[in-house]
């Protein structure tokens, strides 16, 4: 299999304030990685798919501003939650998938975001 | 654009039966991926088995097989002799071939429960 972590695994903030989280191919090189956001009890909902030197594409409903992607090498993703609200606390998921044959997605822990 | 609709908000079955989870997805495209992916308490996603749909034959993997009925467009899992540890949120995903377009859209999940 390969490795994907994501850091840190939980973060509590003050409303207001921005968040970054990192997403990392351990052992491979993704040129690109997937944003996916988990309410409780709920499914992953992708939210956009990180580019390697160019820009994020953003799923519609996704405010673009409010979610900063930036695909800075080929193996690290960092998605910024700015002025955070408490409506934002949820679970982050990022993915990565591998070439060759079917690509497999491999997924990183997640990081769960609390915004006070 | 595709759905996938997982219909069992919960299941739960006894140790060392067997029990099926469904699922079924709408698409326009011939050729694409499906996945089962498990999610325990730890929130990880776990690849558990995968269907190209080009091949006829089911794919299995251990205790772990699908039902793939492409003209239906069903794909269930069957999970043999249940054990404690497939305890977890099931979700089925769908990806397509398109290039460029490798995003996973996944149902809304199954809750597994075994018990003793």
């Known amino acids: 299999g390969a490795v994907v972590s994501q850091h840190p695994s939980r973060v509590i903030c003050k409303s207001g304030t921005s968040v970054k989280i990192e997403c990392r191919s351990l052992?491979?090189?993704?040129?690109?990685m997937f944003w996916y956001r988990q309410f409780p009890k709920q499914s992953l909902m992708l939210m956009a798919t990180?580019?390697?030197?160019?820009?994020?594409?953003?799923e519609q409903g996704v405010e673009k501003d409010k979610f900063l992607i930036n695909h800075a090498s080929l193996t690290l993703s960092t998605l910024t939650v700015t002025s955070a609200h408490p409506e934002d606390s949820s679970f982050y998921i990022c993915?990565?998938?591998?070439?060759?044959?079917?690509?497999?997605?491999?997924f990183g822990p997640g990081t769960r975001l609390t915004v006070l | 654009a595709q759905t996938v609709t997982q219909s069992q908000p919960e299941m739960s079955v006894q140790e060392a039966e067997t029990v099926t989870l469904s699922c079924t997805y709408d698409?326009?495209?011939?050729?694409?991926?499906l996945f089962w992916y498990k999610q325990p308490p730890s929130r990880q996603m776990i690849l558990v088995i995968r269907?190209?749909?080009?091949?006829?034959q089911n794919a299995t993997e251990n205790r772990f097989s699908v039902n793939f009925q492409k003209a239906a467009k069903s794909f269930s899992l069957k999970i043999s002799d249940s054990q404690l540890g497939d305890a977890a949120m099931y979700f089925c995903?769908?990806?397509?071939?398109?290039?460029?377009?490798?995003?996973?859209?996944f149902g809304t999940g199954t809750r597994l429960t075994i018990i003793p």
């Open positions: 993915s990565a998938p591998k070439s060759g044959g079917a690509r497999e997605q491999f």
């Open positions: 052992d491979f090189q993704a040129t690109t």
């Open positions: 990180s580019n390697e030197g160019s820009k994020a594409t953003y």
């Open positions: 698409t326009s495209e011939s050729d694409y991926y």
């Open positions: 269907q190209e749909a080009y091949k006829q």
């Open positions: 995903a769908y990806r397509s071939l398109v290039f460029g377009n490798e995003k996973l859209t």
